[in-house]
């Protein structure tokens, strides 16, 4: 179909109790104000147009029900709003967002998407800036920079999984955030980290004794983990990519259960965060574990 913007106007003009609206690979380009139109439209499917500006799509940001917007392959290179506020009033009922296969290259537009209120699902791969981490990292910094999602790329993210994200977050950029801290580039690193205060604020600020550099992780690196299960401690070497479900038959072999235990992650960095290990599809490397965290194994 070769559909314009102005054919889907009258589309829902014609139809104005019209609660889904699918209009993949088209030929919209340029986008209309939207005032009298999609006032009961709760989905709208516009991927495959070459829309590619942020300030376009922001044109359906009154639209007042609309939950779920597809924006995959729109050639979108940035995620900006306008003014200051911590949340703005566009797209207050939105709930799902698909930017898959567009072309964002920088963590700070992903930071831009905790500004929408109620947003909690989000699906982002095969974009540029999905490339400059290794998955399980690029998974937790989305989750740190997005306060209230709750689905990322179709995957349930857990309590203890997001602290585990948010508490590494801050790690990972602590060096970072020491030098920039009372200087003029203090501004610019919020900027670019825009939950950095909030985060330090719920766990602490990190300390420059506890922040050493260390050389990149190669992805097939084993981790050592102590497995203990009622007193006995058995260290184990585990690839990043053992989901909890290979972790959970390892453990009742190796101790000898009856039955699939339940595991609990303990960070030797923080053994006051406890991170029930439930979603067995999981790769432990989500949780961010390192050489020497405890899995403790319950019957």
Not at 192 to 208: A, C, F, M, T, V
């Amino acid at each position: 179909m070769e559909l314009s913007w102005d054919c889907v106007l009258k589309i829902t003009q014609i139809f104005p109790n019209l609660e889904e609206f699918r209009a993949p690979h088209n030929k919209i380009e340029r986008l209309t104000s939207i005032e009298g139109h999609f006032l009961n439209l709760k989905l709208l499917d516009i991927e495959g147009n070459k829309i590619e500006k942020w300030s376009e799509v922001c044109k359906l940001g009154s639209a007042p029900r609309l939950e779920q917007l597809n924006l995959e392959n729109i050639g979108l290179s940035s995620i900006e709003f306008k003014g200051d506020e911590l949340k703005v009033s566009a797209f207050s009922a939105l709930k799902k967002l698909c930017i898959v296969n567009n072309l964002l290259n920088e963590w700070q537009s992903i930071g831009e998407l905790n500004r929408l209120e109620n947003l909690d699902s989000l699906k982002i791969s095969k974009n540029p800036i999905i490339e400059t981490e290794d998955k399980n990292t690029v998974h937790q910094i989305i989750v740190a920079k997005i306060a209230n999602l709750k689905i990322l790329n179709g995957v349930e993210i857990e309590p203890g999984e997001r602290r585990g994200a948010e508490y590494d977050y801050i790690k990972k950029y602590g060096l970072e955030w020491l030098q920039a801290k009372g200087t003029n580039q203090e501004a610019e690193f919020l900027k670019s980290h825009n939950r950095y205060l909030e985060l330090i604020q719920k766990y602490g600020e990190p300390e420059e004794s506890e922040l050493t550099t260390k050389p990149k992780v190669i992805k097939s690196s084993l981790i050592e983990l102590d497995l203990i299960y009622e007193g006995v401690n058995v260290v184990k070497k585990l690839p990043p990519t053992m989901t909890v479900q290979k972790l959970m038959i390892i453990t009742q072999k190796l101790f000898c259960l009856n039955e699939r235990p339940h595991l609990t992650y303990i960070s030797s960095e923080d053994s006051h965060i406890e991170i029930p290990l439930e979603n067995e599809l999981k790769e432990i490397g989500v949780y961010a574990m390192k050489n020497g965290d405890q899995i403790i194994v319950r019957k």
